[in-house]
């Protein structure tokens, strides 16, 4: 019996001890009190307790934790209330005041995250509620993170999940994007209609001016192939007329060239021809006048040779 005794009282020494033994895991911090009395907080390692007097009163992470709250009802400027629920991100910074600081510190996070949106969202109208959530988050984290500091918390991140307006405000919203839409949508196809006759006004402009251009560009190329074509005629005659000229040709000549003319001109496909009047006497004109020089020479030959 002696002997059980001892192994039983050796097997009690051995959990007491065992018990008296904490190894505090990474990231977490363990409170430890001696005789109801905070004595110090064990970090990560081994770590050993006097039996029966110190314990461990609480453990504690203190990586980044989440705290997702239940939708608060609050109510903007404007008198319209709404349903906002909140996300906080926070960490335990100093392990002794979040234990000693306040009971239940996240009952007290939320309550005081429902508070400081009240009092922010109560300055703020609907719209400006619904584009500024930034603004919110930045004056919500503020608020907390000097609110928590006592109780050994840092606030990292505040942010919020959904905002929730009355159905009718729902309603009123859906429609006026609708609206929106649809005035976007009409500009848009006026917008595009307005373009596409501009550019066909310009297209016709631009064809109207080249047309013009060109008929420019040939009516006067007509115009200088015609002169061309006068000068280069009138060269030719005033050529003609001039070798003639060279040649010695006298009033038959002329007289045979008028004849050839007419000729040429019974040759057409006219019905009809007008010949001047005087044509006909021409080749009499010319006759008279040839006898008249050879009568002129023959009496200045005769005058001549009595003379001599």
Known sequence: MMIFFLIFLLVIFIAIIAASV???PQAHAYIVER??????TWNTGVHF???FIDRVSTRMSLKEQVADFPPQPVITKDNVTMQIDTIIYFQITDPKLYAYGVENPLMAMENLAATTLRN???DMELDETLTSRDVINTHMRAALDTATDPWGIKVNRVELKNIVPPAAIRDAMEKQMKAERERREAVTRAEGQKRSQILVAEGQKE????????EKQS???LAEAKREKMIREAEGQAIAIA??????ADEAVLTIKSLQAVEKMADGQATK?????????IASLASSISEIVNTDKLSKHKINGKTE
């Open 49 to 51: 307790k006097i039996p």
């Open 120 to 122: 922010i969202i109560g």
């Open 207 to 214: 064809a109207a001016i080249l047309e013009a251009e060109a």
């Open 22 to 24: 904490r190894i505090v």
């Open 219 to 221: 009516t006067i190329l």
């Open 35 to 40: 005789l109801g009395a905070y004595l110090c």
């Open 243 to 248: 070798r003639i000229k060279q040649a010695g």
């Open 273 to 281: 021809i007008i010949v001047p009047s005087d044509l006909q006497g």
